[in-house]
């Protein structure tokens, strides 16, 4: 079993950054590929990014790409993801979610999930 909990949501101006935090307990969270997912009112849950066990692979939708980066601390049992030149579209419940080792865009294939994290960006 893994519990996630995010952290690190709020309300930021158009062209500001925030950094969401996913902390996790329970088993080795470095057997886990992570991924960061966003839902938007009216709109179906879509994956940002993501990550893999190690660290040494990750993925990026077009939508963020370039202007979000995904990380992870093993030691600290931490994922992250900076974001960077944030726009109104970004608004969105961000949740992260843990699957075996390799990182997929399938949600179906995540075991564990957080409970998310509201990102507002203002115009």
């Known amino acids: 079993q893994v519990q996630l909990v995010e952290s690190g949501g709020g309300l930021v101006q158009t062209g500001g950054s925030l950094r969401l935090s996913c902390a996790a307990s329970?088993?080795?969270?470095?057997?886990?590929?992570m991924g960061w997912f966003r839902q938007a009112p009216g709109k179906e849950r879509e994956l940002v990014a993501a990550?893999?066990?190690?660290?040494?692979?990750?993925y990026y939708s077009d939508s963020v790409k370039g202007r979000f980066t995904i990380s992870r601390d093993n030691a600290k049992n931490t994922a992250y993801l900076q974001m960077s030149s944030l726009k109104p579209e970004d608004t969105a419940v961000y949740s992260c979610?843990?699957?075996?080792?390799?990182?997929?865009?399938?949600?179906?294939?995540?075991?564990?999930w957080g409970q998310g994290t509201q990102v507002t960006v203002s115009s």
């Open positions: 990550i893999n066990w190690s660290g040494g692979i990750t």
């Open positions: 329970g088993r080795t969270f470095s057997s886990y590929a």
């Open positions: 979610a843990a699957r075996p080792r390799i990182s997929s865009a399938a949600q179906g294939s995540y075991d564990y």
